[in-house]
């Protein structure tokens, strides 16, 4: 079994930063990958980046691109997301996953395991 805990969200004005982490327990990460979604109200999850555990190879959805930057630290068992240029349309309840291999995939169900999400706000 695996727990995810996000943590790091909040209020930010637009063209604001923050920094998301996601810290792993229960299993080593290391034939895992990380990756990190997004819901709105009304909206359904979407993929908004992922890392490759082994070979620290990301991917990123093209609305975040040249923004937001997937990370991990492999001693801590912690994923980050350090989000750049935030607009109001980010705002979202973000969600940290993981999923066993090494491919990075965007669909919500390839995933097997699931943090409690935290809430993004962006101000206009």
């Known amino acids: 079994q695996v727990q995810l805990v996000e943590s790091g969200g909040g209020l930010v004005q637009a063209g604001g930063s923050l920094r998301l982490s996601c810290a792993a327990s229960g299993r080593t990460f290391s034939r895992y990958t990380g990756g990190w979604f997004r819901q709105a109200p009304g909206k359904e999850r979407a993929f908004v980046a992922g890392?490759?555990?082994?070979?620290?190879?990301?991917r990123y959805a093209d609305y975040v691109k040249g923004r937001f930057t997937i990370s991990r630290d492999n001693a801590k068992n912690t994923v980050y997301l350090q989000m750049n240029s935030l607009k109001p349309e980010d705002t979202a309840v973000y969600y940290c996953?993981?999923?066993?291999?090494?491919?990075?995939?965007?669909?919500?169900?390839?995933?097997?395991?699931w943090g409690q999400g935290t809430q993004v706000t962006v101000s206009s």
């Open positions: 890392i490759n555990w082994i070979d620290g190879s990301t």
């Open positions: 996953a993981a999923r066993p291999g090494s491919v990075v995939t965007t669909t919500p169900i390839g995933y097997d395991y």
